[in-house]
Structures are given as structure tokens and as C-alpha cells.
């Protein structure tokens, strides 16, 4: 492999890892293991930064117009055809986590592509937008919580705003 592949798959690998330990980050939380669960949270933090290093040393990364319209392509292709075909294969096999998972997955990236294409439309409008997004699928409001979300029942509680 040429440094250029090397750069994808260690981002791809950096992405992994920075996953999987909030993942465990989450359940060591759950145990009641504090100061391991912030272990894990400090070193995904730690696989983030080497990710988007390797990422802007690529160059995959353009300015916010090109990233827009690239975060655009992405969502698009997750929820028309990525997960459309996960979902279905997942009921034929019958393994309903999987098929609760990737339609709750696919209904926010069609939410995620209505923000991004919004976002694109006020481009340099700067307007004083808050986020808040759902601990259990992943749904990103604009605006205040909803009281009961949309996509996967939570109550406004499991609503976490994001900071600058
Ligand atoms: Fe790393
Ligand atoms: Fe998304
Ligand atoms: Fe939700």
C-alpha cells in the first residue's frame, strides 16, 4: 500500500478505536468503574485527534461549502442506499436489534441531510442555531428538545445540547 492508502486505513482504524472506547466508555459508566469510563473517553478523544490529522493530511477535508456538499453525499447515499439494504437484509434474517438499529441510523441521516442542505442554503448567515441530540438514536434537532423524540420514543430527558 502507498501512503495514501496508509493515511485511509489508519483514519479508518482511528475512527474505530475512538468509537468503540465511548462505547466502553458507556458501559464501564453503566458498572460504576468512573475513572475507567473517563480512561476510555480521554483516549477516544486522544484516536479523534490522530483521525482527523490523517484525514486533513489526505486532504478529504476542503473548506465548509465543500465539506457541506461531501457530509451531503454521504448522508444521501446512507439513507437511499447504504441502509434501505441493511434494513432489509437484517429482516431476512430476522434479527430485529439489527433492523431497529439501522432504521433508527436511517431516519436520522435523512434528518442529518435536511441540516446540512439548510446549513448550505444560510451559509455565512451565522444564525445562533442550538443543537440537541438524542442519547438513544442519535436524532439532531435544531432548536429546543422535543418533548418525546421523533424518531425512537425518548423522552426530552435522553436530549443532550451541544456546545460550542
Ligand atoms: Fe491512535
Ligand atoms: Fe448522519
Ligand atoms: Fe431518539
Same mark, same amino acid.
Do not use: W
Given at each position: 500500500m502507498?501512503?495514501r492508502?496508509n493515511?485511509? !486505513?489508519a483514519?479508518?482504524? @482511528?475512527c474505530?478505536? *475512538?468509537?468503540?472506547y465511548?462505547?466502553?466508555a458507556?458501559i464501564a @459508566?453503566?458498572?460504576? *468503574? %468512573? /475513572?475507567i +469510563? %473517563?480512561?476510555?473517553?480521554a483516549v477516544a @478523544?486522544?484516536e479523534?485527534?490522530?483521525a482527523?490529522? *490523517?484525514? /486533513?493530511?489526505?486532504?478529504? +477535508?476542503g473548506?465548509?461549502?465543500?465539506?457541506?456538499?461531501?457530509?451531503?453525499d454521504?448522508e444521501?447515499?446512507e439513507?437511499?442506499q447504504?441502509?434501505?439494504a441493511?434494513?432489509e437484509?437484517s429482516?431476512?434474517?430476522a434479527?430485529? %436489534?439489527a433492523?431497529?438499529?439501522f432504521?433508527? !441510523?436511517?431516519?436520522?441521516?435523512?434528518v *442529518?441531510?435536511?441540516?446540512?442542505?439548510? +446549513?448550505?442554503?444560510?451559509?455565512?448567515?451565522?444564525?445562533?442555531? @442550538?443543537?440537541h441530540?438524542c442519547?438513544?438514536c442519535g436524532n439532531t434537532? +435544531?432548536?429546543?428538545a422535543?418533548d418525546k423524540?421523533?424518531?425512537?420514543g425518548?423522552s426530552?430527558?435522553?436530549f443532550?445540547i451541544?456546545?460550542?
Amino acid at each position: 500500500m502507498d501512503t495514501r492508502e496508509n493515511l485511509m !486505513a489508519a483514519f479508518e482504524g @482511528e475512527c474505530k478505536a *475512538h468509537f468503540k472506547y465511548l462505547a466502553f466508555a458507556r458501559i464501564a @459508566e453503566k458498572e460504576g *468503574h %468512573r /475513572e475507567i +469510563a %473517563r480512561l476510555f473517553r480521554a483516549v477516544a @478523544e486522544a484516536e479523534a485527534i490522530h483521525a482527523m490529522t *490523517h484525514l /486533513e493530511v489526505l486532504g478529504e +477535508a476542503g473548506n465548509t461549502e465543500q465539506n457541506l456538499l461531501s457530509a451531503i453525499d454521504g448522508e444521501t447515499y446512507e439513507f437511499t442506499q447504504m441502509y434501505p439494504a441493511f434494513i432489509e437484509q437484517s429482516e431476512k434474517e430476522a434479527n430485529t %436489534r439489527a433492523t431497529i438499529s439501522f432504521r433508527n !441510523a436511517s431516519e436520522v441521516e435523512k434528518v *442529518h441531510n435536511g441540516l446540512y442542505n439548510n +446549513a448550505l442554503e444560510n451559509l455565512g448567515k451565522n444564525k445562533d442555531t @442550538e443543537y440537541h441530540v438524542c442519547e438513544i438514536c442519535g436524532n439532531t434537532v +435544531a432548536g429546543n428538545a422535543p418533548d418525546k423524540c421523533p424518531v425512537c420514543g425518548a423522552s426530552i430527558d435522553k436530549f443532550r445540547i451541544i456546545k460550542d
